[in-house]
C-alpha cells in the first residue's frame, strides 16, 4: 500500500503507514481499525519509545513526539470513531463531510450579514438550522 502524502514530507515507514491507517478509517469497520493500530504500535513500539537526551540539561524526550501524538490521539479516540456503526438505527453518517458543508453554507450566509448584532446573529442561526 503506497499512501499519497498530500502534507509535508512524511520521512519514515512508521509515519508513512500510521497516514494510511487513518486514511482508511471511513473504509474499515471498528475492528479492522483496531487490528490495523495493534499490528502498526506492536511493530513500531521500540521506534515510538526512542528517547532523546538534551544535551544541556540532560534530560530525555521522547524523539518522535509528534508521531506518539498522532498514534495516542487515535488509540485514545477510537471509542467513539465508530459511533455510528454501534448504533446503526441512528443512521449517522461515518464522516462528517455532510455537516461541514451545512456549516460552511452558514459561515457564506452569515459573511452576507455582516453588521448584524449578536443578538440577531443567534436568531439568524437559529432560523438557518429550523429551515
Known amino acids: 500500500m503506497s499512501p499519497v502524502i498530500l502534507r509535508g514530507s512524511l520521512k519514515n515507514a512508521a509515519s508513512i503507514e ?74 449517522i453518517n461515518n464522516t462528517t463531510n455532510a455537516l461541514d458543508g451545512m456549516f460552511a453554507d452558514l459561515k457564506n450566509k452569515l459573511r452576507c450579514h455582516n453588521g448584524l448584532s449578536i443578538q440577531r446573529k443567534k436568531k439568524f442561526i437559529d432560523g438557518f438550522f429550523k429551515a
Open 18 to 91: 500510521l497516514r494510511a491507517i487513518a486514511l482508511s478509517l471511513t473504509n474499515s469497520s471498528r475492528t479492522q481499525f483496531e487490528n490495523q493500530l495493534i499490528q502498526w504500535q506492536n511493530k513500531h513500539q521500540s521506534y515510538l519509545n526512542e528517547r532523546t537526551i538534551n544535551p544541556i540539561t540532560n534530560k530525555s524526550f521522547y524523539t518522535h513526539k509528534r508521531l506518539r501524538s498522532a498514534w495516542h490521539s487515535l488509540k485514545r479516540n477510537l471509542p467513539w470513531l465508530f459511533v455510528f456503526e454501534e448504533n446503526k438505527e441512528l443512521m
